[in-house]
């Protein structure tokens, strides 16, 4: 009787097992069965002959052995045959030739085997757990979901969910100005779901162009419905973004839709993204008009689109020039990530000094990089170099004091030299 209570215990064990780690009943009683019948063939040989009953509801279990009723002389097999004097025992009418159903206790398998079955069982559970979790959050990779900060780490923060599973959040997937407290609730997207050595690991991310656009399809039910989609998103994390939206019903404005009344929609995004500057453009297939948007809000007079290079030349007023190259040159990079072209601004050059020289004529003298840089601040002549203030070159094209100094008195030299033969021919 006390083994069958400690069978009784066994199941019991792991139907709790079950309940906290969320294994559904069919599984659990596969893998208990499994189990079973694995010791029952170590033990005997086979486990064919054997039936397992478990009843999850009831929280027990039974092991019945079918046997072949032999002459007591001619036993060969006590696992799969019974002696005639042993089976009339049971019933006196049995014969030989007939089948006896007897039940198995677990002190035919003996203690330690039962020890042994309960880690095997511990062991495959775990397994079962760890494929369970890998093979649900596998399917939530891209989507939000909630975590509780547990412990804050150097280089990560771990996060627990509701079923208290574990969620890693490096620090390259934060918000540079991302601050968390311990208990504290953090929203990210599932980035990628690694399973080394069956042992998965669930990394999120908050820096992703997928969170913002989830974000998006949460606070805005127009995006959420399908009337107004996302086409593009360029992310600076924790500094400023660019949206392209499109609507397919004329009647509905996109951009008015995702900012909202006085701005009201898109605030729950910027806060959450720790005050992100939002730009949200009107989405368009014609490319010059594209480039045009995603540099807003500077005003420009003309583009040139090179199709082949993917590359389009960008001429504005020269007041416009540090507004669409942005902040750290962040506007521009944007722009850049959102269309898939890599656009140089120029100041117009419209009624350009005759006298005046491209920039790129004096690469023999000036190291390209350095005049990629001065070009990138939109200044794509020598005069326009000269023309902008000492200090303004060295800040906005992140030049060395003693390069700025260099490359001025290299450009201002070919004026002198310029001035010098015209006095010579006088």
């Keep these: 009787m006390g083994k069958k209570k400690e069978t009784i215990s066994l199941v019991d064990t792991f139907s709790e097992f079950n309940e906290l ?83 198995v206790s677990l002190d035919h398998f003996g203690r330690r085997t039962i020890l042994n079955l309960r880690q095997t069982l511990a062991s495959k559970i775990l397994e079962l757990e760890k494929d369970n979790l890998y093979n649900k959050y596998k399917e939530k990779v891209g989507q939000i979901v909630s975590g509780e900060v547990y412990q804050i780490w150097k280089k990560e923060i771990l996060l627990l969910d509701d079923e208290h599973n574990e969620l890693i959040l490096p620090k390259t997937e934060q918000i540079p100005s991302d601050f968390f407290h311990k208990g504290e609730h953090v929203r990210a997207v599932v980035a990628r779901v690694e399973n080394k050595n069956n042992n998965p690991k669930i990394i999120l991310s908050r820096t992703s162009p997928v969170f913002l656009e989830r974000l998006f399809e949460t606070e805005i039910p127009e995006i959420a419905d399908g009337l107004i989609t996302i086409k593009g998103i360029a992310r600076i994390p924790g500094e400023r973004a660019k949206v392209a939206v499109e609507a397919y019903d004329d009647r509905i404005d996109p951009v008015g839709a995702c900012v909202g009344m006085k701005g009201f929609r898109i605030h729950g995004i910027v806060r959450e993204l720790r005050n992100e500057n939002i730009d949200v453009i009107n989405y368009t297939n014609n490319t010059t008009l594209y480039i045009q948007r995603a540099l807003s809000p500077a005003k420009i007079n003309s583009i040139v689109v090179k199709e082949d290079e993917r590359r389009a030349e960008v001429f504005l007023p020269p007041e416009e020039v540090s507004l669409a190259i942005g902040k750290g040159g962040a506007n521009i990079k944007l722009a850049s990530m959102l269309t898939g072209y890599n656009i140089e601004v120029f100041r117009d050059i419209e009624g350009m000094d005759e006298e ?15 005049i990629d840089q001065l070009k990138r601040i939109g200044c794509s002549t020598a005069k326009n170099v000269l023309a902008m203030d000492r200090e303004k070159l060295i800040r906005e094209a992140d030049l060395e004091e003693s390069t700025v100094d260099e490359v001025l008195q290299i450009l201002a030299s070919e004026f002198e030299n310029d001035e010098d033969d015209v006095e010579d021919e006088n």
Aim: proline letters at 3%; charged letters at 40%; aromatic letters at 8%.
């Design 21 to 103: 780690k969320n294994i559904d009943k069919t599984t659990m009683i596969s893998v208990l069965e499994e189990s079973f019948r694995s010791v029952i063939a170590k033990i005997n040989g086979t486990d064919e002959n054997y039936d397992i009953i478990i009843n999850p509801d009831k929280g027990d279990l039974e092991i019945w052995r079918n046997r072949t009723v032999v002459e007591d002389d001619k036993l060969q097999d006590p696992n799969r045959e019974i002696p005639l004097s042993e089976a009339r025992k049971i019933d006196e009418d049995f014969e030989v030739g007939e089948e006896v159903t007897d039940e």
């Design 356 to 370: 005046d020289i491209y920039l790129d004529e004096f690469r023999d003298e000036i190291d390209g990089w350095v």
